[in-house]
């Protein structure tokens, strides 16, 4: 997806530096009065910078308010399968907002990449996917197949009477996001990723099942059940953790009151 990355503020520079690590082939705006910057390009004026890349790029990232970022917009959406993917990010890097085009226009895919890119937290609200609350804690050995990890998922939901197409979220910590079985069977499965930052494990409070073995092997304490809790919204477990070749899951689900 061709993305362009937007700020008007010195804050939301901080965030997009971190992003650009991270998301490959972006382009980068940061508003002219803010600072000038080698990798961005400036603009003067954020609704006629939208004019002209709304129907440029597939993807524009916003740091930024989200009423300046909707009234940007606003008169130039038409429709939902052309339109391109809005997402927002405020300026603290805290969460990231499917604005536009989250489906059919890859707002939602593009919101998980931005989330796991600075450790937001993601804000996807399409009903076929805010209506699940079970999220899948996975964490496996390097180099663990993808058919592995497709196996221990679809056994470790069918012990909570779901199945694949139920999970919110696969969870694992950021270690892992280069693993290339697991990006695989998220795909299989058609389950978003969420990576949770090494740090909030250790500082988690949440009660889980320490492991020494995976504290020598990648200094946390455990991998899948504080990420199954770490990566919703008032969490429990359903499901503790349990091995099936190799990989580690453990399910929890989101006691949201409109879903029980």
């Not at 990798?39 to 609704?47: C, D, P, S, T």
């Not at 930052?197 to 504080?226: C, M, Q, T, Y």
Request: hydrophobic letters at 45%.
């Amino acid at each position: 997806m061709r993305t362009c990355l937007i700020t008007l503020s010195p804050q939301g520079v901080n965030v997009l530096e971190k992003m650009r690590e991270k998301i490959p082939d972006v382009d980068c705006y940061v508003h002219e009065k803010v600072v000038t910057l080698p990798w961005a390009k400036k603009f003067a004026r954020v609704v006629e910078l939208t004019e002209r890349v709304f129907g440029e790029y597939e993807g524009l990232v916003y740091v930024a308010p989200c009423g300046a970022v909707t009234r940007a917009i606003a008169p130039l959406v038409t429709d939902k399968k052309t339109d391109p993917a809005v997402v927002v990010v405020d300026v603290g890097g805290r969460h990231a907002i499917s604005l536009l085009s989250g489906h059919e226009g890859g707002a939602n895919d593009l919101t998980l990449l931005v989330a796991n890119a600075i450790g937001a937290e993601p804000v996807i609200t399409t009903t076929t996917e805010a209506a699940k609350n079970l999220i899948v804690g996975v964490g496996m050995r390097r180099g663990r197949p993808a058919a592995n990890i497709v196996e221990a998922v679809t056994e470790a939901l069918a012990e909570v009477k779901a199945t694949p197409a139920d999970a919110r979220y696969l969870a694992s910590a950021d270690i892992k996001h280069d693993e290339v079985g697991l990006l695989e069977a998220g795909k299989i499965m058609n389950i978003p990723l969420r990576f949770i930052d090494g740090d909030e494990i250790r500082n988690s409070f949440r009660d889980f099942d320490h492991s020494d073995f995976v504290w020598k092997k990648v200094n946390l304490p455990a991998v899948a059940e504080p990420c199954a809790l770490l990566a919703g919204r008032r969490t429990t477990l359903v499901l503790k953790r349990k091995i099936c070749n190799g990989v580690t899951v453990a399910v929890a689900r989101e006691n949201c009151s409109s879903l029980e």
